[in-house]
């Protein structure tokens, strides 16, 4: 009896291939090698260090409920391998050399994957990949911030298995024959995961493990005989120091990426054969959006402030040494780092006086 794909849903926080998201094409095309039938719903636009944040408000009449700020508006996006494509209001068939009909939504990531899985593809989704995200994502203060992780968290909340996958960068741009060995040694890893799921007494499934975070290093590695190892690690418990510094008047470019971002510039933004998100194409029949249509009006700028600040962190502190075995620790010295993870904060401290169930002693 032939076997039923594993259905997989393809997610990131980098949005559309663009500049700033190089690597989600590649990994969609890498997972359709495997026979999976991926789904893929993304972020219209990048939305790098959100966290899980759905995008709610509470409802101050009655502090129980949550609403949602905005009406959440998408669009179909149709790419080709070279990383252009076409947004379209309504489903269409596939053209010469598209590769896939993907949902862009105006959400963050947890967002996505909340209406992907029970929206969407209610019932269908047995996996949920978010990535790869542009950068590392290692240590607790980044774990913490990260809006691909914040999505694998989303869909562990909603019972599904999850994998984070993150791409750290150590030179901009990475060359572009590294992407191709990072897909594959990330198709493997996805599917050795898939196939040997650990255990988690404590996981919100019976006893499996909410998710995984893995980071593949950028690195010559990858094209040398053997490749990058992997290994099992924890999250380096490392803190944040100074992120912003006031920013004078100008024209600073400041980047939206994560801790391997490059310094703000004053700059033009590096050219790329891959469009910018504003510049893919817009259908022009079949009820499509036509080039000089939009789906997002244009935004009032808001008004000029006294004060500004930059995103320019102080890495000092976050990249103190690694303790052996932790996810920094291992992307450091060329390895693959893959963490176990709870969708939830684990109770901190230890002693009979801080028992749960202890009444408090004034």
Not at 196 to 215: A, F, H, I, M, P
Request: net charge negative; charged share 20%; aromatic share 8%.
């Amino acid at each position: 009896m032939t076997r039923s794909p594993i259905r997989v849903l393809l997610t990131n926080d980098d949005g559309p291939p663009s500049n700033d998201s190089p690597y989600v094409l590649g990994l969609y095309l890498e997972l359709k090698k495997l026979g999976w039938d991926v789904r893929v719903v993304i972020p219209a636009s990048q939305k790098s260090w959100i966290g899980g944040w759905l995008g709610l408000v509470m409802d101050r009449a009655n502090p129980q409920q949550y609403v949602i700020r905005d009406v959440i508006h998408g669009q179909y996006f149709y790419p080709k391998e070279d990383g252009t494509g076409e947004k379209c209001d309504k489903p269409r068939p596939l053209e010469d050399g598209e590769v896939g009909e993907w949902v862009l939504l105006e959400g963050t990531p947890a967002t996505c994957t909340n209406i992907a899985l029970h929206t969407l593809y209610p019932g269908e989704i047995d996996l949920v990949v978010s990535g790869p995200n542009f950068g590392r994502n290692t240590g607790t203060a980044f774990v913490l911030s990260s809006g691909t992780i914040g999505a694998a968290m989303s869909s562990a909340l909603s019972q599904t298995r999850s994998i984070a996958l993150s791409y750290a960068t150590f030179e901009h741009a990475s060359p572009p024959e590294h992407n191709a060995a990072a897909d594959a040694l990330a198709g493997r890893i996805i599917k050795q995961l898939w196939e040997n799921w650990g255990t988690d007494k404590n996981g919100l499934r019976l006893n499996e493990v909410d998710l995984y975070n893995v980071n593949i290093p950028m690195t010559e590695q990858l094209l040398k005989p053997g490749g990058v190892e992997v290994c099992w690690t924890t999250v380096w418990a490392n803190s944040y120091a100074k992120l912003f510094k006031p920013q004078s008047e100008g024209g600073t470019n400041v980047s939206a990426a994560g801790p391997d971002a490059p310094p703000a510039t004053a700059s033009a933004p590096v050219q790329s054969s891959i469009p910018s998100n504003d510049q893919l194409q817009l259908g022009q029949e079949k009820g499509h959006l036509t080039s000089n249509q939009t789906s997002i009006s244009a935004k009032p700028q808001p008004p000029k402030l006294a004060f500004a600040f930059a995103y320019s962190p102080d890495k000092r502190n976050s990249n103190s040494p690694a303790l052996a075995g932790t996810d920094a620790w291992a992307i450091n010295r060329n390895k693959s780092s893959v963490t176990p993870l709870r969708a939830g904060f684990c109770p901190g401290g230890e002693g009979e006086e801080i028992a749960a169930g202890t009444i408090w002693k004034w």
